[in-house]
């Protein structure tokens, strides 16, 4: 007898795009009738899906997808991605990046300096290496020797400028409505809100499926803001920021790491998907579950999921209004408002 499994792995190499079947959760979902697709965390994702669809209407890899896709974002001015984003307290810019293809490969860089692209490196680090993830001096030897140049030690003016204003009072505490933040790009700390009311992009995120039905995510990030020297958030961590079964989904997070890691988020995400729920419920649940965690903190913090599951399904959820998620595919380029425990 043909088990639901099987069906399905047919259904993905023939294209078979006409028979419904049941979830596991009584839904009923029909195939994914426009694949590929590209989402992407926060409006920078936009620009950043745009790199990853020249792979992917070409009938490229969903794994170059998402690699060349934050790239785009690492090469932009910005607070919180790539070496133009805030330092640490001790005035120096840090990154971490991680990628994961659809055979549960990985690989990831933390604390890594003065590299452009720290999500090529996590790549290299996944292909060349008999190792996941490879930090600080080492993952920088590491890049030199694959031919990364080491770039400027200097801070971008946008960062030197809120490195100093920061300076002034060393205030270090990654809640919301702080006075001090006046203009976007200059939030002394990531996930913060700003005075409108929208959230600081601490994060790109992304996940595609390409025109064979694979999956894969990246994720890339200079991290909290004037953090302590040597902090990692949830980033470069596989099954924390970023987490890939092909059989099931994909997930990636965005905002508080400390909070992601504490609950394995995109993993458990996708867990939450291997039981049953669509991809906007496995988010949820795993958003509340941090909710209940942290207590009234929790409107101190924003997280958010992003994630698509084998059949092209997307969902996200977050803790508070204001996250958005970029979608690309052939019939549509945009921006998707996502649902929030706190309104």
Known sequence: MLNRKRFLQIASLTGV??????????????PMLNNPVVISTWDQGIAANKG?????????????????????TESEPNCCVGLQANPDRDGFVTLDASIMDHQYNCGS??????????????????????????????AQQFAVAEGFPLEPEVLSGEARKAYDDWLKNSHYEPQINRENIQNKGHGPFA???YDDGSWNHDTIGMLAMD????????????????????????????GAGLYVDNEVGACVATGQGEDIIRVAGSHSVVEMMRQGHNPETACRKIIERIVKIKGADAKKIQVAFIAINKQGVIGTFA?????????????????????????
């Open 319 to 343: 803790i508070h209004k204001g996250f958005s998620y970029a979608l690309k595919n052939k019939a549509t380029e945009k921006l998707v408002n996502a649902k929030s425990i706190f309104r």
């Open 191 to 193: 996930p913060a809100k």
């Open 52 to 72: 990853a669809w020249e792979v992917l209407k070409n009938g490229g890899s969903a794994l170059d997808a998402v690699e060349k896709g934050v790239m785009v």
């Open 109 to 138: 860089v933390g604390f890594l300096e003065r590299i452009k692209h720290p999500i090529s490196v996590a790549r290299r680090v996944m292909e060349k290496t008999p190792h996941v993830m490879l930090v600080g001096q080492g």
């Open 17 to 30: 795009s006409s028979v419904f079947f049941n979830s596991l959760n009584g839904q009923k979902i029909k």
């Open 211 to 238: 025109v064979k039905g694979n999956l894969s995510g990246s994720c890339t990030t200079s991290g909290m803001g004037f953090k302590i020297r040597g902090r990692l958030g949830d980033s470069p961590i596989i």
